[in-house]
């Protein structure tokens, strides 16, 4: 079944077009969430409660638009006040959870030989790290750029910031992970 399709049913009530879009949307949201919050849970429960949204106000949705990005807008968003509000500093784990292995699948080239995929691993590790050092608003900022491929534009528009700001947090955001990608090669690490 198609979005539209899907749409349609969800807006005379039947709710198995509501499902049609949790399958297809659900993994996709999860991971948008996770690299804002890093917590499964939270995340699972931001895009959960975003589905509750979409059926409350899929009367509001434009049918001219793909179905995606507005989703996905709204799971950002609120992942972004949850991880506004909590504000607290969380630790990278030693293994990587299944949500942020999949995150850092964005990286990946299935072509490898073993000692490169052990050193990209290293390499995500290193990017994760430098995302979850970013504060919430910049976290965001990084996720609706170049995960959901959302203009800068776009992304002051959902984030209610100034464009400016936004062009400053992708800019920083950038440095920071250029800075802790460097930071292995320094101290004799890298290559």
Known sequence: MKDQDAISRLKQGDLNGLGT????????????AYAIVFDRALAEDVVQTAFVKVAERIEQFDNERPFAPWFLRIVVNDALKLATKQKRDLSLEEQLDQPTGRLAQWLADPG???????????????????????????????????????????????????????????????????DLMDAPRVDGSGS
């Open 112 to 178: 490898l030989q073993p000692d490169q995929v052990m050193e990209q691993k290293e390499t995500q590790q290193i990017i994760l790290k430098a995302i979850r050092s970013l504060p919430p608003g910049q976290r965001a900022a990084i996720v609706m750029r170049y995960y959901l491929d959302l203009s800068m534009l776009e992304t002051s528009a959902e984030t209610g910031r100034p464009l400016s700001t936004i062009k400053w947090w992708l800019r920083d955001g950038r440095r920071r992970l250029r």
């Open 21 to 32: 879009l949790v399958r297809r949307y659900q993994a996709r949201a999860v991971q948008a």
